[in-house]
DNA sequence: GTGAAAGCGCTAACAT
DNA sequence: ATGTTAGCGCTTTCAC
């Protein structure tokens, strides 16, 4: 019919009779069913984005670059939450598939092998986001969080600190987390250390359990010069802590986390910290489903990215 | 066929059969096409959800109470942001009707006219959320946030404030956060008060612009004895600066907030903030899609919920 | 318990 | 520049 050729502004058409085609549909109120459309074309306009959880910072982040890159392209982002469960990730993942998306992306490069059967099955474009330790399906755009965890220990040795302590979370399947408590040890041991003390703790306010967390650490190591947090909430959580009891920051003690959360803004002392580079990883992968890489590749794609350093006020400068 | 009644449960199929399909369908890694299963059936097991921003931490929490509502029903949440944006509120509107959803969560009052044309023409659940003053469409789950700006500046007076000021977004369609503003000024007005100063922000991290804002507004009118922030974002960053300069707390110097926001747990002190029924608001929200109102009703309800005061440490006891 | 046929509301390709 | 036709991959209904 003509009145699919206005709608979607192809072919040619008077403008008369576009006039009052448009015309027509206002008055109706109507608005097209794309389920028919997708059906008879094959092209759905929808990318699948799968992250772990929305009240982590972290993902709304991913996700503002994602959108801003897939805005007037046509395209629209369609998030699933996974809630860090591998078999919620494989529910999640059928079920948008089943929509037959354009692209998806999707966090990490851990999921079941139900999970990769169906995404090398898709034949759509898939990017693997936020990690690059590891084998991806076809495209990944991240960071090495091995990489960083070893960054971190080497700069905490290289500005004098020797006695350091871990507080992460302890959720099993965060594997960025865990990588980046690898990497990290990895790189004291290089140097001839070891932690000496490490927490993980569970749910709650991650604020609040930083605070704690490091109340009970330094409580039971009082010896400890440096405090390695998983992650910039619970870091923060700790800074304040430390602040609020008089410890010498970064002195005496010293406070790193990780993320580079626009939050630490706020604080009276800047955290110490390491750009996760989320929006940029958000903005790339959007690109690679729209096959607009930079290098005119087209799938498996692998884009790392180098998470910058923050030292901020919570650590030493190294002696020169 | 019969291989739609196996996939789907349904219709009697002999035990036998049903194996043959269903290891049929696993082994060729096949997955359902809803598209056409939706034209066919005219069902489409989503509902979508519109929220201004992901970013907001609000917003996290109504979700997730919505997944929780939704969870085992079959339905599945589909979210669009809008950016506090009306324009595109109609965008992401009219892209997710067309898909026809089960049911449509929208997060406040006001909407275009073509939005509202929209709703009304959709023939399926409309359940607006977060604020019930104003005309909701169908349903409608929330708070007075006017009411809970009046009970606010009710709780400050009685605890013998009298030199007030106000530090808010400047964004001009937050309705929620004016209406808001609006109820503290009217009562304040009937106490014969008003506000001795006032600020708005643009963007940027909530929790600096709370500090920065607080510097200014307390340099500028230091007989101030009470500062009420439209959200706990920037009253946690001007709690900060306070405790930092040395304010007596809540002694010389009351503060207070607004949603009840979990981070508020970590700070040194508590600031005083007002619930805002996030959580059940989601679910609420949800079941009224599902028709499952506790009084049997089905749409048009008007759920109205009372958001409680949490005092904290940050406003004197009322003198008894 | 299983198969056959019609059609959901569009788009694509081909007339006119 | 506009109309016509045949599907898209399912569900539904009805027949066997």
New binding site residues.
Partial sequence: ??V??V??N?????P??RERVLEAARALGYV??KI??A?????VNLVAVIIPSMSNMVFPEVMSGISQALEGTGLQPVVGVTDYAPEREENVLYEMLSWRPSGVILAGLEHSEASQAMLRAAGIPIVEIMDVDGEAVDSVVGISHRRAGREMARAIIEAGYRRIGFLGSNMPHDHRARKRHEGFCAALAEAGLALEDQEFYGGGSALLKGREMTADMLARSPGLDFLYYSNDMIGAGGLLYCLQQGYEVPGALGLAGFNGLELLDGLPVRLATMDACRREIGRRSAELVLGVDVDGLVGGARIELSPTLQPGDTIRRPAR
């Fill in positions: 019919m003509t699919s050729r709608l979607r192809r072919g040619d058409v008077s008369v009779t097209p069913n028919a459309g059906l008879a074309s094959q092209r």
